[in-house]
């Protein structure tokens, strides 16, 4: 036997023989000094020789930061892979087979941002080995991240391809994102493209986050830091505004929704293109821009409604929500109490938002070419929406009303704790029988209405705004016609409507009607409230008080022609403005037992006396009470500031 048999002899011995696990500490410290972390091999390290050799190794671990909730970071039951000997002498890494059992990863942040994962950096990156087939069994992520109030458990597992660049991933996880309940299933590409910052890398997944489902099929490039992204998504949910904590976009409650579209991101760009779908009752469309690359994040945005339910945008106006699946029970008991405090409310008591709107920068225009209302005559909608840190513009909201348009600009600064806003609204040639069109009597009438509001206040919410509001609210009607019967009706001439349900009806030339409030801390006291027709002029008095949300008017008819027989007195309407109770004088009364008495006592003659109207009514000075209405008035002071100069 030569020399060197005897040399190939042993050295095939030593490598039978030798016990691997006496490089265990190399191999540990090595690690620990390229990763910055303790590395342990805490099971057996073997080597099985070939032109492939197997090396296996048990029990790893690499530790965690030192401010990390637990200990290790990574952990590996079991790690075999095959290396080549051919590559390797040529100066390449490949691994033929990789397997990977029962791995356990922590990824976690800290409250103040560090994350774990940033290990000590190489001054020259390591070359990734090429890996044949890859077997990942049994896989667990754990990533934590207290700030954004984020604990997600995700289990692993590989087809066990032949090619690890074709072997997809499947994963499974569940837990909490942003303090809401997540669930989510999904398909991956190859193991390998997930390192690989410059190839799309396919992905197909249904997430659940709280009552918020997302179905996405695409592609992402640079999966690690999302650096691009073509997604075709189709999303539901219970309420627009739950999107907030999961993606930071600032939206109304709305009522149950579903939207489709393609969304694509580029650097700090997140676009949904050619949208569709429906919120509540109404359809929606268009396509948004979301830049995070900002001072602040900021939505851009085209959307039209094709048919629109006003009540979906109820939430707008801060209308109660009620609870919702997700809610715990003391925030259902909250909700249930708050409804039923405002049950007896006509105003949203819903405060503002005031993080949200500061949240995020807004450049938002939408459309509802149709309105569907069964209520109110509203045909569509025009609205360009813009937030600036906190500053609120709506500017216009343009909706077509009966045969006119009520054009309105809203401004709510939340730039304060205590939220001020300033309201304009014109009202422009409403034809009368299209306001009304369900109240019969006034289908054969004519007129045009406009007028203007103008209103300052400040509050948590639509109804403390108002409640605190100053300013001016009016409506005038030139010309035209009304029914005599709504007018006997609303003088409570009761003889009058007697007479014309035998007659027929017909209309009555209208001089002009005006209706002129001055608002002072939520106050309007009426100004003017004259309906003056060419046989009556009707006259109002009283306010309405906006914090009490109570009413207590007077109108009082005045005929201008000597009548006989009638029971016309002024009506009362009093109450709350949700509810409201119209009554007679005590006039009315009196004329009766007047009518009585007097025919009990005299003669049955003098019993028509009270009946018999004298015709003092005098026509209204049309063009000065109009003129007052359309002029601007100078800013009052409020009663609080008038107190203040009296005392001094």
């Known amino acids: ?54 090396v296996s190794a048990e029990g790893l671990s690499l530790a965690n930061a030192d401010w990390g909730t637990q200990q290790p970071m990574l952990g590996v039951d079991r790690l075999q892979f095959r290396i080549s000997l051919l590559d390797l002498l040529a100066g390449h890494v490949v691994l033929p087979e990789v397997s990977v059992s029962q791995p356990k990863i922590l990824l976690e942040k800290s409250a ?65 994102y942003a303090g809401l309940s997540f669930a989510a299933q999904g398909q991956g590409g190859g193991v390998l493209t997930l390192t690989d910052e410059t190839l799309p890398y396919p992905i197909k997944a249904k997430v659940e986050i709280g009552t918020t489902r997302a179905a996405l099929d695409g592609t992402i490039t640079g999966l690690a830091k999302l650096a691009e992204m073509d997604l ?60 995070t690359g900002g001072k602040r994040p900021m939505l851009r945005g085209d959307v039209v409604s094709k048919v629109l339910d006003l009540n979906d945008l109820k939430g707008f106006i801060g209308a109660r929500r009620a609870p919702q699946p997700q809610d715990t029970p003391a925030e259902k008991q909250e909700k249930k109490a708050s409804i039923e405090a405002q049950r007896d409310r006509l105003l949203p008591d819903q405060k503002f938002s005031v993080e949200r709107l500061r949240a995020m920068d807004a450049d938002v225009k939408f459309t509802g070419a149709s309105i569907r209302n069964k209520d109110l005559p509203v045909e569509h909608l025009v609205s360009h929406l813009k937030i600036d840190d906190g500053l609120m513009t709506l500017d216009p909201a343009n909706f077509a009303v009966a045969g006119g348009n009520i054009v309105s600009n809203l401004t709510i600064n939340a730039r304060k704790d205590v939220p001020a806003a300033e309201a304009r609204i014109d009202v422009k040639r409403l034809q009368l029988p299209k306001l009304f069109p369900k109240v019969e009597l006034t289908h054969g009438a004519a007129g045009v209405i406009g007028g203007s509001t103008r209103l300052k206040g400040h509050g948590e919410s639509v109804g403390a705004l108002l409640a605190s509001a100053d300013g001016k609210f009016g409506l005038v009607m030139s010309g035209g016609e009304i029914s005599e019967m709504l007018l006997a009706a609303l003088d409570l001439d009761a003889a009058k409507l007697i007479k014309l349900l035998f007659t027929g009806d017909k ?14 801390e939520g106050i309007m006291d009426s100004k003017a409230f004259v309906i003056d027709t060419e046989k009556t002029i009707v006259l109002g008095e009283g306010h309405i008080n906006l914090a009490e949300e109570t009413i207590k008017m007077k109108l009082s008819p005045q005929p201008k022609e000597w009548g006989f027989p009638s029971l016309r007195t002024p009506v009362h309407i009093a109450g709350t403005l949700k509810k409201p109770t119209v009554y007679p004088d005590k006039m009315l009364a009196i004329r009766i037992g007047a009518a009585v008495a007097l025919g009990v006592l005299a003669t049955p003659a003098a019993a028509l006396i009270p009946l018999i109207e004298l015709g003092t009514g005098e026509d209204a000075n049309c063009r000065a009470l109009i003129a007052s209405v359309k002029q601007p008035q100078p800013a009052q002071p409020s009663r609080t500031q008038t107190k203040k100069k009296s005392n001094n």
Not at 27 to 36: A, C, D, H, I, L
Not at 131 to 144: E, M, Q
Not at 232 to 251: H, K, N, R
């Open 1 to 54: 036997m030569s020399v060197l048999s005897v040399l190939l002899i042993l050295v095939v011995a030593f490598a039978i023989w030798f016990d691997w696990n006496m490089i265990k500490p190399y191999v540990e410290r090595q690690v620990t000094e390229k990763t910055g972390r303790e590395f342990v091999i805490g099971g057996d390290l073997d080597v099985k020789l070939s032109l492939n050799p197997l």
């Open 112 to 176: 103040d941002g560090k994350r774990n994962w940033d290990l000590k950096k190489e001054e020259k990156e390591a070359e990734l080995p090429k890996i044949g087939k890859l077997t990942l069994d049994r896989g667990i992520v754990f990533f934590r991240d207290p700030k954004t109030k984020t604990d997600i458990t995700a289990k692993i597992s590989t087809d066990g391809a032949a090619d690890a660049r074709e072997a997809s991933i499947n994963v499974s996880a569940e837990g909490k």
């Open 232 to 291: 075709q998504l189709d999303m539901s949910g219970e309420d627009l505004s739950a999107l907030y904590p999961i993606v930071g976009i600032v939206i109304f409650p709305s009522p149950p929704y579903q939207i489709s579209g393609r969304v694509l991101h580029q650097k700090s760009e997140w676009s949904m293109e050619g949208f569709s779908g429906h919120v509540g009752e109404s359809d929606l469309g268009g396509s948004i821009l979301f830049d």
């Open 507 to 520: 209309n009555v030339p209208v001089r002009c009607a005006v209706i002129d409030y001055d608002v002072k």
